[in-house]
């Protein structure tokens, strides 16, 4: 079945240093969403990319869909203790599938 | 802004008990979703479900899992006979559509299993 890798599954950074999570699928995926969950909370939507070599921009958040809509990434720039929490990437398959692939998600640890 | 509400947040069961989770979707979404988180791992799809059936479920849906919509707001999932291994987060989520719109999840119910 189709896997999403995510790495790294930790990362420390300084307040004020950027971040960056990768995510790849073993197959080509119809669109892929990221989701943030702060500790003891529940996955909330970001954001989703559908079109091959997409970017967007949340304020400081820069999201990127690959060529071949197969990998994707998340950058953070300056953190702030706000953005501490695990970023997850999840992949939709399409083709009549319902259900989206989660990856393992990065824990983003912030230290003042 | 409309939420999904799950209860209980909290649930304790003793191994080979039958437990029922709760959960109010978003009203005007279409698809239905359980997903399990153990403790500090990813995100684990269980079931979906649309138009009063189980439209998927992953391999982890076994004979063990069921899910109905007894009412237009209410959506469960039974577990019968439970076992230790499935102490989790369990998360219901709504979509206004499939995989192209975005889920959103209720705040969870933790299920220990003793």
């Known amino acids: 079945g189709q896997q999403v890798m995510q790495i790294p599954q930790y990362q420390h950074v300084q307040e004020g240093e950027d971040f960056t999570t990768y995510c790849n699928s073993s197959?080509?995926?119809?669109?892929i969403q990221w989701y943030k969950q702060r500790p003891g909370g529940h996955p909330v939507f970001l954001i989703q990319?559908?079109?091959?070599?997409e970017v967007k921009k949340q304020k400081r958040l820069t999201f990127q869909f690959g060529e071949a809509k197969k990998n994707s990434s998340l950058h953070i720039t300056a953190t702030q203790t706000t953005d501490v929490g695990t970023y997850f990437c999840?992949?939709?398959?399409?083709?009549?599938?319902?259900?989206?692939?989660f990856g393992k998600g990065t824990h983003l640890i912030i230290q003042p | 802004e409309p939420e999904v509400t799950q209860t209980p947040s909290h649930q304790v069961t003793q191994m080979g008990q039958e437990v029922i989770l709760r959960c109010v979707p978003i009203?005007?979404?279409?698809?239905f979703y359980w997903y399990r988180q153990i403790l500090g791992q990813k995100v684990e799809f269980l079931v979906s479900?649309?138009?009063?059936?189980?439209?998927?479920k992953s391999e982890i849906f076994d004979d063990q899992f069921s899910v109905e919509r007894p009412d237009g707001s209410n959506f469960t999932l039974k577990i019968r006979s439970t076992k230790l291994e499935d102490s989790a987060m369990y998360f219901c989520?709504?979509?206004?559509?499939?995989?192209?719109?975005?889920?959103?999840f209720g705040n969870g119910t933790r299920l220990t299993v003793t």
């Open positions: 479900f649309y138009n009063n059936e189980i439209s998927e």
């Open positions: 999840a992949g939709y398959s399409g083709g009549g599938a319902d259900g989206l692939t």
């Open positions: 989520a709504s979509s206004q559509d499939r995989g192209d719109s975005p889920l959103h």
């Open positions: 990319l559908v079109k091959s070599g």
């Open positions: 009203s005007n979404h279409l698809y």
């Open positions: 197959t080509t995926l119809s669109n």
